[in-house]
Every structure is written in structure tokens, then in C-alpha cells.
């Protein structure tokens, strides 16, 4: 089966979007349709380029896995998309519209999502001087869907393009100006398209116009942000410049003292290369707990006394719970808070605590809803006379999907 195979028939009524989420040494992809959200492929490409990389995917009601050869990158992984998995999912996959991709930075030349020429992909190779880590996968997945759909459209959907409406008294950081000006350091916030679809869907439970809703959208996951949305526009973001600053996550530090890095290589001779493995991958819940970067397994040890377990989760909680009350000063009205990401969808000890240390705020959790809302469920958990705290399972495979399928269809 060929390329010109999936591309779309006319008669067709329901298009699909092909989402790539490409990261270092793993390739995420999904199959959907860009108006329902149902997915007809889903899957990930793990360990690549390592000795032993593996392909799981899962179509409606089945779960395969199959090891890759020893060095198998991402185009062996779109190879095998194009030739087997997605003509096992005909006829889902006869129609496919675009190639939609996951694109980490777009620095401040991206504010929306675009459709992929020259000029794009020179762009996102500029913006990699900013993301060293995100963006160089981003491009090999783009340059491999390009081989392997040669006559299909592809869009770049950029993780920091929500926040580019941030005022510039939220992005810059307090450093000579020339910084920014001829470097470009300032704050670009990430999870973008999780905060998007969060507050879209925020808007729809709460029936009001997008553009007079304010929340805090707090997505946790093993990377977390929250994020300030003003009359449905991101006015502040916890992530920076790089997805290190702000909350305690699964391994990175989030907000410390720039001080200390200094300190860390003067007093203490660690190299940057250490510097880094230290705050990215060392830190974090995994870095207090001594014990798991999992929420889950951290909870569970908690449970049963383990000391790091429950400081970590402890700071965890008062960094949120502190960066929440701080947002309330570019909303002043917050129509509620929304937690998402694995944890803020599932984790109903994280969510009661956060909100309790804002009960100054009049946040009184209901128990009962807060226990019954978890896997995939949707809805309020405070009281009925408290201010407004919702859970919303993210998708951002979804944003990703309409966007290219508003680019390439519009108005459809
Ligand atoms: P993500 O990166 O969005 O997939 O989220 C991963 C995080 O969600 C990990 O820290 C998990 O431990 C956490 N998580 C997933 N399920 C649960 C759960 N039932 N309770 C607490 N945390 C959970």
C-alpha cells in the first residue's frame, strides 16, 4: 500500500488528521477524527535509535506491540505507519487530510499553528537554539512524514503559541534588555495545546462566551504548568524560556534560586552537563521523595509513612497552591480553576490539598465529587457554594488534529 492510497476521496464525509508527537527517542502518533476526536490508531515508538526500541499501538478494542531493529529511528517508525499499521485501519485511515505535528517552540514567530513549507521548517530550526532538546525531534519527524506523505499537507502546532498573547510585564524576565533584544530570552510558556482545549472546553461547561471566560488552568503531569487565561487570551504562564521554571514536577526542579547555580559550579565545581542532569532529570518529586517521580506510587508510600514520599508531595502542593493564588492578580475574577495532566485528572489527594491551602479564596472541595471525578470523567468538584473548580481531561491530539484540519479544510 502507497501514499497515494490515503489520500482523501472527495466523497468521503469524514476526513482523519494523522497527529505526530516526536520527542528525542520516542514518536508518539495518533489517528483521529479532527471533528469527534474518536481515534481509530494510537500508539508510540519507544527507545529509538537505542539497542532496543519498541512499537506499541492500540486500535479500537486491540493492543499490539512489536520490537524494532537494533537503531531503528523515527522513519522506520513512520515506514511502518505508512505500510502496515495505518492500511490496517482502512478504511480510517482512506481519508486523511493532514499530518498534524507537535511542535515544542515556536519561539515569537509562531502565534498560531501553520501549514509546513521551506520557510516553516527553517523557522522551527532557528527556534531549536532556544529548545535544544524539543525541537531537532520535531524536525526529524516532520522531514520523515514529508518522505512518507510527500502529496499530504502538514501542519506544525506549537506548544508555545497560546501564550503569545502574554503581556511583556509577564515574559520578560528582570535582565538587561539587550538579552531579549538581540537574543530573544524571555518567558514562552509551554502545554499549550493542553491549556487551549482546556479552556475551550472550560467555556462550554460553563456556558459562557470564550472570550469573557477567566480561569487558572493547571495541567500536571510528569511535566506541569498552570497558566493565567484572561477573556480566553494566556496572560501568564509558569514555564519560561525552557519547560524548567515554575512548578515541582516528576524529575525537574521547577522555580529555585538562580543563585544557586552559580553556587553549584563556583563552591561546587559540577559541570553545566551536570547542572543540567541534576535540575532536569534528579529533581522533582523524584529528587525530594528519594523514592519515584509517580505521583501515584508516591501517594501510595505516603499512605503507608513513607517521609519523603509525603514532603514531596507536601511541596509539590504549596508550589501550586502558591502560583494559583498568584494568578488571581492579572484575572481578579476567577470563573474556576482546572486541573488536568495525569495528576489533576486523577489524583484526588493533590487536589484536595491544593485547594484547602485556598479556602481564603472561598474553594471548599465536595469529597464526593472530587472522589467520583477521575479516569476520563469530567465535572465540579467543589461545593455548590464555593468558587468553581472543574477537572477536564486534556487532548491535546485533538487540538492538534482540528487545527490542521481548520488549516487545510477551512470551513468545514
Ligand atoms: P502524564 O504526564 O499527563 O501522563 O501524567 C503522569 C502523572 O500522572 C504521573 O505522576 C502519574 O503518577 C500521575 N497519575 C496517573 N494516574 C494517577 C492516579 N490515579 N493518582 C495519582 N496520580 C496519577
Request: a negative charge; proline letters at 5%.
Amino acid at each position: 500500500m502507497g501514499e497515494s492510497d490515503y489520500l482523501a476521496d472527495p466523497m468521503a464525509d469524514s476526513s482523519r488528521v494523522l497527529v505526530l508527537n516526536s520527542g528525542s527517542s520516542s514518536l508518539k502518533f495518533a489517528l483521529l477524527d479532527p471533528h469527534s476526536g474518536e481515534q481509530y490508531l494510537s500508539g508510540i515508538g519507544e527507545a529509538l535509535g537505542g539497542p532496543e526500541p519498541l512499537l506499541t499501538w492500540k486500535s479500537p478494542g486491540q493492543k499490539h506491540s512489536r520490537q524494532l531493529d537494533s537503531g531503528a529511528a523515527h522513519g522506520v517508525v513512520i515506514d511502518l505507519l505508512v505500510r502496515d499499521l495505518l492500511a490496517g485501519s482502512q478504511p480510517a485511515a482512506g481519508n486523511l487530510i493532514a499530518v498534524g505535528h507537535r511542535v515544542v517552540h515556536g519561539g515569537e514567530q509562531f502565534a498560531h499553528s501553520v501549514v509546513i513549507d521551506q520557510k516553516v521548517i527553517d523557522a522551527i530550526a532557528e527556534c531549536a537554539a532556544l529548545a535544544p532538546l524539543h525541537n531537532p525531534p520535531g524536525l526529524l519527524g516532520i522531514h520523515a512524514a514529508i518522505n512518507a506523505f510527500p502529496e499530504i499537507p502538514q501542519v506544525a502546532v506549537f506548544d508555545t503559541a497560546f501564550h503569545q498573547t502574554l503581556p511583556r510585564h509577564a515574559y520578560l524576565y528582570a535582565l538587561p534588555y539587550a538579552l531579549y533584544r538581540d537574543q530573544r530570552i524571555r518567558r514562552y510558556g509551554m502545554h499549550g495545546s493542553s491549556h487551549r482545549f482546556v479552556c475551550e472546553r472550560a467555556a462550554e461547561l460553563l456556558r459562557k462566551p470564550l472570550r469573557e471566560l477567566n480561569i487558572i488552568s493547571a495541567h500536571l503531569g510528569n511535566g506541569a504548568s498552570v497558566t493565567a487565561v484572561r477573556n480566553g487570551q494566556s496572560v501568564d504562564t509558569s514555564m519560561g524560556l525552557t519547560p524548567m521554571e515554575g512548578l515541582v514536577m516528576g524529575t525537574r526542579c521547577g522555580d529555585i534560586d538562580p543563585g544557586l547555580l552559580l553556587h553549584l559550579g563556583d563552591a561546587l565545581g559540577f559541570s553545566l552537563e551536570k547542572i543540567s542532569s541534576l535540575l532536569n532529570r534528579e529533581s522533582g518529586l523524584l529528587g525530594i521523595s528519594q523514592l519515584s517521580n509517580d505521583c501515584r506510587e508516591l501517594e501510595s508510600a505516603a499512605a503507608d509513612g513513607h517521609e519523603g514520599a509525603k514532603l514531596a508531595l507536601e511541596i509539590f502542593c504549596y508550589r501550586l497552591a502558591k502560583y494559583i493564588a498568584a494568578y488571581t492578580v492579572p484575572l481578579q475574577r476567577v470563573d474556576a480553576v482546572v486541573f488536568t495532566g495525569g495528576i489533576g485528572e486523577n489524583s484526588i489527594f493533590v487536589r484536595e490539598q491544593v485547594l484547602h491551602q485556598l479556602r481564603h479564596l472561598g474553594f471548599h472541595v465536595d469529597a464526593k465529587h472530587n472522589e467520583s471525578i477521575r479516569f476520563g470523567a469530567e465535572g465540579r468538584i467543589t461545593a455548590a457554594d464555593s468558587a468553581v473548580a472543574l477537572v477536564i481531561p486534556t487532548n491535546e491530539e485533538w487540538v492538534i488534529a482540528r487545527d490542521a484540519a481548520a488549516l487545510v479544510r477551512p470551513g468545514e
